[in-house]
Nanobody, 115 residues
Framework: QVQLVESGGGLVQAGGSLRLSCAAS????????TGWYRQAPGKQRELVAT???????DYADSVKGRFTISRDNAKNTVYLQMNSLKPEDTAVYYC?????????WGQGTQVTVSS
């Protein structure tokens, strides 16, 4: 059974930093692309960053230069380091992977950035 569990969210002031973690069971992140998404109230879920099985990363324009996605294969965990946070980064953050066309999501972790 595939399970993704996010952690690390919280309340932070603008300009601050947080590191989100996504731990997996039932799959190995090293064998597939993993992404971080976010959903703000009243908005659609949007892609924030991805990391391929080869380690290639990609970012939404809104977070380039501020966020870094990484992976620890030994811990089977994907991270999202978020620096220089802005109030518009406030959202529930989810990690995601797709297996045989089926998307898997964690439960999400809330990030709130105060101005």
């Amino acid at each position: 059974q595939v399970q993704l569990v996010e952690s690390g969210g919280g309340l932070v002031q603008a300009g601050g930093s947080l590191r989100l973690s996504c731990a997996a069971s039932g799959i190995f992140f090293s064998t597939r692309t993993t992404g971080w998404y976010r959903q703000a109230p009243g908005k659609q879920r949007e892609l924030v960053a991805t990391i391929s099985r080869g380690g290639t990363t990609d970012y939404a324009d809104s977070v380039k230069g501020r966020f870094t996605i990484s992976r620890d294969n030994a811990k089977n965990t994907v991270y999202l380091q978020m620096n220089s946070l802005k109030p518009e980064d406030t959202a529930v953050y989810y990690c995601n992977t797709v297996i045989s066309g089926v998307p898997y999501w964690g439960q999400g972790t809330q990030v709130t950035v105060s101005s």
